[in-house]
């Protein structure tokens, strides 16, 4: 019998203690949703108040902003300097940001669509460019505190110009830059757009190690 309150006692204890987190967190399970209730709706995003129990044991409640995905385009032309090849990249005002950036060609992916076929649609609507060989690079998740949206990024190559696209809200320029000259502006820190730093330093570090 006493045995027997002591493992009740123990059992009861282990229920009340938060799990121990595990690293990587692929031993730890996933969350345990409990509530989600849309708190805001807009044209691009939708923001649910989720309340949930964590893989640690903890009840908490995160706003989170879910979306279709993104994916972005790095359309490199190497054919004029194979040593150094040409990026397709657009300059264009970021109202959150409060300022120009020099970015990749990206957009949101329409409901039900393939990234690629996205990826696809958004260079010709924003660049005017097409491409015949398309590879993709890496999936990542933007922001994970609080935002689920995945991103995409796509090597496009032997491209073609063409006409572009825009959307009416739409109003960007768009330009080449040889690859060093673009490496040359992220040391400098003259790039602040982060799925573009990404894009190119991922396409120089492949370059370098023979990968691409």
Known sequence: MV??????????????KPAKAVAGGSKAGKGKLLSSKLAYKGKVFKVFTDTLIEPGGHRNVRDVIRHNGSVVILAVDESRNPADPDVVLERQYRHAAGQFLIELPAGSRN????????????????????????????KYFASPGFLGE???????????????KLEEDENLEVFRMPLSEAMR?????????GKTLIGLSLYDAGRRGGRL
């Open 3 to 16: 045995a027997q309150l002591a493992k009740s006692k123990k059992s009861a204890q282990a229920r009340d």
């Open 150 to 164: 995945w991103m995409q990024i796509y090597l496009a190559r032997d491209i073609r110009e063409g006409e572009a």
């Open 111 to 138: 409901p039900g669509e393939a990234p690629l076929a996205a990826a696809k649609r958004e260079m010709i609507e924003e660049t005017g460019y097409r491409a015949k060989r398309w590879t993709m690079l890496l």
């Open 185 to 193: 502006m992220v040391a400098e820190g003259k790039i602040h757009d």
